[in-house]
């Protein structure tokens, strides 16, 4: 397990255990590859971040990050993989997050993309992300880094 400070000074701890904080946790956040490229979204408030959102009821967090991915750019997943889980103790409550890698098949386009601008394609993740003030907070912290280090160790980009 990991601890860490997030964006807003808040103590994180990530873990790529399965299900350390919760079996159900509320949030999901998906990052996404489409075509060799990074596939994130424009969120209307916070920035340009991968796709997540809340967990509705009567589905479970995998149905939820899939959903998510659909409303938020359009993709339609092909593969889906569990990464890991991360817990927040923020000044608005506990949050735990449940994190995927998935593979984008397609793009769809939607009438509107609910509290978001539509997908955002990158090549490449900028290194400047923690400066760039069209980032998301959450792309700002080890949660991402560290995320994107055990999606390549476990091979999911092939």
């Given at each position: 397990m990991m601890i860490f400070q997030d964006y807003y000074q808040n103590e994180v701890k990530l873990s790529f255990e399965n299900h350390p904080f919760s079996k159900d946790p509320k949030h999901v956040w998906v990052i996404c590859r489409y075509k060799g490229q990074w596939l994130l979204t424009q969120h209307k408030e916070r920035g340009i971040e991968f796709p997540g959102g809340k967990v509705e009821i009567g589905e479970d967090a995998r149905q939820a990050a899939i959903?998510?991915?659909d409303e938020e750019?359009?993709?339609q997943i092909g593969s889906i993989h569990y990464v890991g889980q991360y817990f927040v103790d923020g000044k608005g409550g506990e949050v735990i997050k449940n994190i995927y890698?998935?593979?984008i098949d397609e793009l769809n386009s939607h009438p509107h993309f609910f509290e978001t601008r539509g997908p955002v394609l990158l090549k490449e993740l900028p290194s400047s992300i923690q400066e760039d003030a069209e980032y998301s907070f959450m792309m700002k912290d080890q949660v991402l880094v560290q995320s994107?280090?055990?999606?390549?160790k476990q091979d999911y980009f092939n």
């Amino acid at each position: 397990m990991m601890i860490f400070q997030d964006y807003y000074q808040n103590e994180v701890k990530l873990s790529f255990e399965n299900h350390p904080f919760s079996k159900d946790p509320k949030h999901v956040w998906v990052i996404c590859r489409y075509k060799g490229q990074w596939l994130l979204t424009q969120h209307k408030e916070r920035g340009i971040e991968f796709p997540g959102g809340k967990v509705e009821i009567g589905e479970d967090a995998r149905q939820a990050a899939i959903r998510e991915v659909d409303e938020e750019t359009g993709g339609q997943i092909g593969s889906i993989h569990y990464v890991g889980q991360y817990f927040v103790d923020g000044k608005g409550g506990e949050v735990i997050k449940n994190i995927y890698f998935a593979s984008i098949d397609e793009l769809n386009s939607h009438p509107h993309f609910f509290e978001t601008r539509g997908p955002v394609l990158l090549k490449e993740l900028p290194s400047s992300i923690q400066e760039d003030a069209e980032y998301s907070f959450m792309m700002k912290d080890q949660v991402l880094v560290q995320s994107i280090k055990y999606i390549q160790k476990q091979d999911y980009f092939n």
